[in-house]
């Protein structure tokens, strides 16, 4: 725990420098500098120094009158230049533009069009580097496994047949029955691998971290929309009867106005909208409140350097101790979507028998 301590309290300590670096030509303004370290983006930032900016530019694939165009994010200088009839948006062009990529004329003004956008942002290598750490534990694993065939798990295996076991024991057989949770243990384990890294890994505040992947809509929708389709598509009949005509129900909540099948085809599609916003909102909330504790830092210092410097310890310290908490968080997001998707798989099926401790396989 220690050292667990120490490491937060240096990235911290990184991370408000800088911050620090960021801010010292320019008026402070704690709400821009929190949604832009929140928000996606076309290039991977490292830090201000002086007048230079220190970024990785990522690869551009824009898609516009039947031409294909690919480049680096650098061409465009931060949003101070425009490259090939395109250009990042900035709040002149409309707040709805703003770091969105929108064609111009020769004169860099807006046309009103916008360009097909494949581009490959920060949030997308994040995936990309989730996904090659999910990939690389994995094959590890598997290759220890193989070299100690017989033996007791060691390593990488051993964290690998954990998170395994743990899934399978604590959310698979519970909420999908012994019968039918072997189908649906990749999709699980998957989902909540993945949540859970993506979660850690923005809370890194230096590359490769600090991409506010999990608390990106669109990210936690789709990941929504698999659990959806899944228990939507490998649902039985009864599931879809007892929609339409729920057991138990009296009759006059059903005829002549629908009230409950309408209730219940409602909840069909709130479930998936609530994994997306639960997940979404904990982890932006976690990383608004960080940005926010650090922000007093540079919020005193720009009325007084001293002033800036004699209270920085307090809001570093309440920064340590949400870092900690979203430590927990992580885990527990990835534990709750991967338990609610269980859950929702297993009411996809009439019914399935309960599990018993004697039941539960060794492997």
């Known amino acids: 725990m220690k050292n667990i301590l120490i490491l937060i309290t240096l990235l911290l300590g990184f991370c408000t420098e800088s911050l620090a670096l960021d801010e010292q030509k320019k008026e402070f303004n704690p709400g821009d500098m929190i949604f832009e370290h929140i ?47 395109y250009k990042l948006g900035s709040k002149k062009d409309g707040e709805k533009l703003e770091g969105k990529i929108i064609c111009v004329d020769s004169n860099g ?45 060691k390593g990488t295996q051993t964290i690998v047949e954990f998170v395994v076991l743990f899934i399978r024991d604590d959310i698979a057989l519970p909420s999908i029955g012994i019968k039918r949770y072997k189908k649906f243990m990749p999709f699980l384990l998957t989902v909540f691998c993945f949540i859970f890294l993506s979660n850690i890994m923005g809370l890194v505040p230096i590359f490769p971290g600090g991409a506010n992947l999990t608390g990106n809509i669109a990210v936690t929708l789709v990941l929504a929309l698999f659990t959806f389709c899944i228990t939507n ?4 009949k009864a599931y879809f009867k007892h929609i339409v005509n729920m057991p138990g129900v009296p009759w006059w909540l059903k005829f002549p106005i629908p009230i409950m099948p309408i209730v219940e085809t409602l909840s069909v599609f709130t479930k998936p909208f609530a994994l997306t916003i639960r997940l979404f909102a904990n982890i932006t909330a976690g990383h608004i409140i960080i940005l926010g504790f650090l ?69």
């Open 39 to 85: 928000q996606d983006d076309h290039s991977w930032h490292i830090l201000t120094y002086h007048d230079t900016e220190v970024s990785i530019p990522l690869p551009v694939i824009l898609f516009h009158n039947n031409t294909l165009s690919i480049f680096l994010s650098n061409k465009f200088n931060h949003g101070h230049s425009s490259y090939k009839g």
């Open 109 to 153: 003004v807006f046309t009103g069009e916008k360009p097909l956008d494949f581009s490959i942002t920060k949030n997308v290598l994040q995936m990309f580097i989730v996904a090659f750490i999910m990939i690389f534990v994995v094959f590890k694993a598997k290759n220890i496994a193989k070299k100690r065939q017989g033996q007791s798990p």
């Open 233 to 236: 598509f490998s649902a039985n």
């Open 295 to 363: 922000s007093i830092i540079f919020i005193f210092g720009s009325q007084s350097v001293t002033i800036g410097y004699g209270i920085s310890f307090l809001p570093v310290l309440f920064s340590v101790f949400m870092s900690l908490l979203e430590i927990l968080v992580a885990f527990i997001q990835a534990y709750v979507f991967t338990l609610l998707s269980a859950i929702y798989i297993g009411m996809a099926y009439e019914e399935h028998p309960h599990v018993e401790s004697s039941q539960i396989p060794n492997k």
